[in-house]
C-alpha cells in the first residue's frame, strides 16, 4: 500500500509541476544538489555491532578512505496558493554495497489554511524529536546520535499524514499529530500513532530555547524480522507485539543580535526510551515471551566563532535491558538481546 501511494504522490507532484509551468501558475520552484564527502579512518578493523538492540539492519559504519558521503537532490514548490510539494532523492555509498537511492521526502502540504493548521500526506523525516526531523547536510556531526540508530535503525522516515497545529499563544507552543502505515522500522506491519508538543520563546535578542515532548506507539507488530549478527553466530530472530517511544529534549541558541552568520552557539540534548513487550522468536523452533527496554541520550555544543568555521562535541551513552520470561541469562544471549553492552561515545 505504501508503495503505491508514495507511487501516485510521485506522479501527482510531477504532473502537477508541468501543469504550474505550462500555466504559469507558480514561479515559485526551488531545486537543489548538496553533495557530500567523507574521509573517515578508525584504529578497529570493524564498526562495533550494537549488541542487545534490536535493529532494523546492521550497524556497518562508514567505510574506511575517501568516499561519498550524504547526497540530495531536491524539488518543492508551489502547486496552488493553499499546496506546495516537495521531492528529495538522497544517494549514498553504504561499506561494501552499492551505491544507493531513497525517495527521502515525497510529499503534498498544506499552506496558508489559517488557524496555525498545517497537514502533510506522504513520506517525510518524523517530527517526533528534534534531530529526528533534520535531514543529513543539516546534521552538526557527520552521524546521527547513537540512540536514534538504535531506536529506528536508521534516518527515521514515515509514509503517512501529519497535522500541525501552532496555538494563538503569546509563548510558542506547537503540538502534532502523525499516523503511518507502519510500514517503517520499528513497527514493520503495526499500525503507529504518534504525538508530540513543542514549546519556547526568546530570551533577550540574541538568545532563545525550545523544548519538546513526543510519544510513539506501533500496535501489533508482525513478525518484524532481525537479520541478526552471523560473526557472532547469532541467526535471523522475530518479533511480534507492541512498541512504546518516548522522547524528550531541549535546545539553547545563542547568536549576537540574531546575527547568526558571524557567531552562534547551540546546546542541544534529547533522552529516548523504546519499550517492547511481545514475543521473541529465534532458532525458528524458540519462542518466549520478551520485555525489552532499550534507553539513551546525547547532549552536544556547537560555537561557530566566525562565519564558515565551527567546532562541536557531543557526548552519548544507550544501555538495554532485554528479558525473554524464562530463559536463561545464555539463551537470552544466543538471542542476541544480551544487555552487557553499554555504550558510551565522544564525538
Same mark, same amino acid.
Given at each position: ?104 521526502? /515525497? ?5 496558508? +489554511?489559517?488557524? $496555525? #493548521?498545517?497537514?502533510?500526506? @506522504?513520506? =517525510? %523525516?518524523?517530527?517526533? !524529536? ?35 497545529? /501552532? ?5 510558542? +507552543?506547537?503540538? $502534532? #499529530?502523525?499516523?503511518?502505515? @507502519?510500514? =517503517? %522500522?520499528?513497527?514493520? !506491519? ?58 524528550? !529534549? ?98
Amino acid at each position: 500500500m505504501h508503495k503505491r501511494l508514495l507511487s501516485t504522490l510521485i506522479s501527482s507532484v510531477l504532473m502537477s509541476t508541468a501543469v504550474s509551468a505550462a500555466d504559469s501558475v507558480s514561479n515559485d520552484w526551488k531545486a537543489s544538489l548538496i553533495t557530500d564527502f567523507v574521509y573517515f579512518d578508525n584504529s578497529s578493523a570493524e564498526f562495533p555491532e550494537m549488541e542487545g538492540f534490536p535493529m532494523g539492519g546492521h550497524m556497518h559504519g562508514p567505510k574506511k578512505g575517501l568516499q561519498i558521503g550524504h547526497w540530495e537532490a531536491m524539488l518543492e514548490g508551489d502547486l496552488s496558493d493553499n499546496l506546495k510539494a516537495r521531492v528529495n532523492l538522497a544517494m549514498s555509498d553504504p561499506k561494501d554495497e552499492d551505491i544507493e537511492f531513497e525517495w527521502e521526502e /515525497v510529499y503534498l502540504q498544506t499552506k496558508g +489554511l489559517g488557524n $496555525g #493548521l498545517k497537514f502533510t500526506l @506522504g513520506r =517525510s %523525516f518524523t517530527e517526533l !524529536g528534534y534531530h529526528t526531523s533534520k535531514h543529513g547536510h543539516e546534521w552538526d556531526f557527520v552521524d546521527q546520535p547513537l540512540i536514534i540508530d538504535a531506536i529506528y535503525g536508521a534516518h527515521p522516515t514515515f509514509d503517512g499524514a501529519r497535522m500541525n497545529w /501552532v496555538a494563538p499563544t503569546d509563548q510558542y +507552543l506547537e503540538l $502534532g #499529530l502523525e499516523a503511518s502505515d @507502519g510500514e =517503517s %522500522f520499528p513497527a514493520k !506491519g503495526g499500525e503507529t500513532i504518534s504525538l508530540f508538543a513543542k514549546t519556547g520563546a526568546d530570551i533577550d535578542q540574541s538568545s532563545s530555547w525550545l523544548a519538546g515532548l513526543g510519544v510513539y506507539r506501533a500496535n501489533d507488530v508482525d513478525n518484524r524480522t532481525h537479520p541478526g549478527h552471523e560473526d557472532d553466530g547469532h541467526g535471523p530472530t522475530v518479533f511480534s507485539g507492541d512498541v512504546d517511544i518516548v522522547t524528550l !529534549g531541549a535546545v539553547y541558541k545563542w547568536a549576537p543580535m540574531g546575527n547568526v552568520k558571524s557567531q552562534n552557539f547551540t546546546l542541544q540534548a534529547e533522552y529516548f526510551r523504546k519499550n517492547e513487550e511481545g514475543t521473541w522468536e529465534w532458532e525458528e523452533t524458540e519462542s518466549g515471551s520478551y520485555d525489552g527496554k532499550h534507553s539513551g541520550f546525547y547532549t552536544q555544543a556547537v560555537y561557530q566563532w566566525q562565519p564558515n568555521w565551527r567546532v562541536g562535541y557531543r557526548f552519548e551513552k544507550i544501555q538495554a535491558d532485554n528479558h525473554i520470561h524464562g530463559e536463561t541469562e545464555a539463551e537470552i544471549e544466543h538471542a542476541g538481546l544480551g544487555d552487557e553492552h553499554k555504550p558510551k561515545r565522544q564525538s
